[in-house]
């Protein structure tokens, strides 16, 4: 026996093919209404051949494929109802003897089928009857709605339905077969896809095949016009597959720019009080039309963002809202930008509750699509399939706070620095609910360490002394320390020898923030980007001798492994200064030995002290002058 295999492709042509039906009619005796009488087994046996025979019963195999192929990846998970909807009929019309499927009025109505019919017949019951099953689905393909599709399930999910699901309970993958049917007419329905996947991973269906009847026995004619009824039908359920992908960027130059002329890098550095311009895209999966198929919408479009505690996301002043947002679409058709009339997403701000610990104390931002929104994209996903650019980008900004980590973090096997990432939470149509992966960015700063030393010793700075070591912190536009227009840094104070850069600076070292080391001599500078520094010495304790420059520290970011590290160079070597070692650096901090040795101290001019140099100097010009006397007298007397 051949076997026939059913392909749903293009139009109404392949349903002709799906359905089927043999020109069934004879003469007989007049009658004065048509009546209907249900056929036997036997009759379709006839049909079959197998009148003679003892056979099996039909059976229908649907098959599933990526993209409807069987050279394709099988598609798992997917469940499919189906439901015994009608039976085929003797119609005694007149003189004529037909033979039509025959279908409860309920269902028929549900299906929007009735205008197809070629009888209504209330005598047993209140059903419409069809000669040519293709009509039916000809009808339904016609009339074919969100609110026909619903109805149908409806009406599906309250009658006896059977439910098999590819992949499961003895199939093979990609398949769900049917096995043992009875002959007669069936209703079958893509149901769900919410446990889908390929190879074990879930897979979201963009295009699901839209509800169909389908005969047992089918009537089938081939490409070489050969015709015949078969009874184990296999059917190709064609669907699409796509996936939506989101990416973060930080926008390292052009941030007034918001049309795709920015530009953008995984990696960037930054300094304690900067504005951090950040960048998300989502893109919008292609929906193609499939023959017979079904549009699935966007259910849901969420963009997750965490963001590491050392940056401080700026919203409006209910502090849950995201201020200044701007977003923009690659079709300015379907722009998602907010109006007054219609609010296409909203941004939510909230305290991070997972367990990473690099995002423990930081925030979470979602934004998310509204119904207005998930309308927008789903019309955009269904438009134009040789758009394959269709992308959505929000563009925020956060400041880089106090609590921002210095270089790597050694207690964290990686990423380094300030690491923040956004993955897409999305679910279309009857699929599951499906995520991207995360995408981080990182944003670095640096510090300085300086171990302030005492003629060798670091133990020699203590808490009665370490007051009268004063720092300032300067840069210049040219790097070089004598220059004017010296733009120095106002610290914070976090705890004894320990201070953050702030985004306030000035002018002159006399207006600005003295710093200190701790007892022990141990001095951290907190929150600085890549750059030339000077960390000058104003004052040391009493006995000792003050730099004779400032110390030039010049830190240059290097990108390796979506992280930066510190190179930092010194170029003014001197007696005051200990060694300099940073060849390897990893850790992000620049570190400096700074010693004061003991020196001869000039009294301040003016001070008292000056007497006793004056008489000292008094004394020895006079015995000077007497030694010189006496030598001069024993001479003469000789």
């Not at 650019?389 to 956060?398: D, G, M, R």
Request: with cysteine; charged share 25%.
């Amino acid at each position: 026996m051949k076997k026939g295999i059913l392909k749903f492709l293009a139009g109404t042509a392949a349903i002709a093919t799906l359905i089927g039906g043999a020109p069934l009619s004879v003469q007989a005796a007049a009658t004065d209404t048509p009546k209907a009488t249900l056929v036997t087994d036997k009759y379709y046996k006839t049909l079959l051949g197998e009148e003679d025979e003892e056979s099996e019963a039909p059976s229908l195999t649907l098959k599933k494929y990526k993209n409807g192929s069987e050279s394709k990846d099988p598609i798992d998970g997917v469940e499919f109802r189906y439901a015994k909807v009608g039976d085929l009929y003797q119609i005694v019309d007149g003189n004529k003897i037909s033979m039509a499927y025959g279908v409860e009025a309920a269902f028929a109505a549900t299906f929007k089928i009735t205008a197809a019919a070629d009888y209504h017949i209330t005598e047993n019951g209140d059903m419409y009857y069809y000669k040519d099953i293709n009509e039916i689905n000809t009808q339904y393909l016609q009339s074919i709605n969100l609110q026909t599709e619903t109805s149908l399930k409806e009406y599906i999910g309250g009658t006896a339905f059977t439910s098999v699901t590819t992949g499961c309970d003895g199939n093979a993958s990609g398949t769900a077969k049917i096995e043992n049917a009875d002959y007669g007419l069936y209703a079958v329905v893509e149901w769900s896809s919410a446990n889908a996947s390929i190879n074990g991973e879930k897979v979201s269906l963009t295009n699901i095949q839209s509800p169909f009847l389908i005969a047992l026995p089918t009537y089938v004619t081939t490409n070489e016009g050969e015709a015949y009824w078969e009874k184990n039908v296999t059917a190709e359920v064609k669907n699409s597959t796509d996936e939506p992908e989101t990416e973060k960027k930080i926008v390292t130059a052009n941030e007034d720019k918001t049309d795709g002329s920015e530009s953008v890098d995984d990696t960037d550095i930054t300094s304690i009080g900067d504005t951090v311009h950040f960048r998300l895209k989502g893109t919008v999966p292609n929906i193609p039309t499939v023959a017979n198929g079904n549009k699935e919408q966007f259910k849901k479009y969420i963009l997750v963002d965490n963001l590491s505690k050392g940056l401080t996301p700026e919203t409006e002043e209910d502090g849950i809202q995201l201020k200044n947002v701007i977003v923009r679409t690659t079709n300015n058709n379907y722009s998602l930008e907010n109006t007054d009339e219609v609010q296409y997403y909203t941004t939510k701000v909230e305290n991070y509750t997972g367990t990473e610990p690099e995002y423990i104390g930081g925030k979470t931002i979602a934004v998310t699509l509204t119904e207005e929104g998930l309308k927008r994209i789903s019309n955009w996903a269904a438009a134009d399939a040789e758009e394959t650019t269709k992308e959505i980008y929000f563009y925020y900004t956060a400041v880089v706070n106090e609590n921002v980590k210095i270089g790597p973090d050694t207690q964290i096997s990686e990423p380094a620095g300030n690491p923040n990432e956004v993955k897409l939470q999305y679910k279309i149509g009857s699929s599951a609910d499906m995520e991207t992966d995360w995408d981080k960015v990182t944003e670095y700063t640096f510090g300085i360490k300086a171990d302030k030393q005492l003629a060798g010793s670091a133990a020699a700075v203590t808490d009665s002394n370490k007051n009268a070591i004063t720092f300032v912190l300067y840069s210049t536009k040219d790097g070089k320390a004598e220059t004017t227009g010296r733009t120095y840094y106002e610290m914070k104070k976090v705890s004894d020898g320990v201070y953050h850069v702030t985004s306030k600076t000035e002018t002159s070292a006399e207006n600005n923030t003295k710093i200190h080391p701790a007892a022990g001599g141990a001095l951290n500078i907190k929150g600085l980007e890549e750059g030339t520094y000077f960390l000058e010495e104003l004052s040391t304790v009493s006995g000792y001798n003050l730099l004779k420059a400032p110390v030039k520290i010049k830190i240059t970011a290097k990108t390796g492994n979506n992280t930066y590290v510190l190179d930092g160079k010194e170029e003014n070597n001197n007696q005051y200064i200990g060694t300099i070692s940073q060849d390897g650096n990893t850790d992000g901090i620049f570190k400096v030995t700074i010693n004061n040795i003991k020196g001869f101290e000039l009294p301040s001019t003016g001070g008292s002290g000056i007497w006793f140099f004056v008489l000292a100097g008094a004394f020895a010009v006079a015995a000077g002058c007497g030694y010189y006397s006496m030598t001069i007298r024993k001479n003469r007397a000789k």
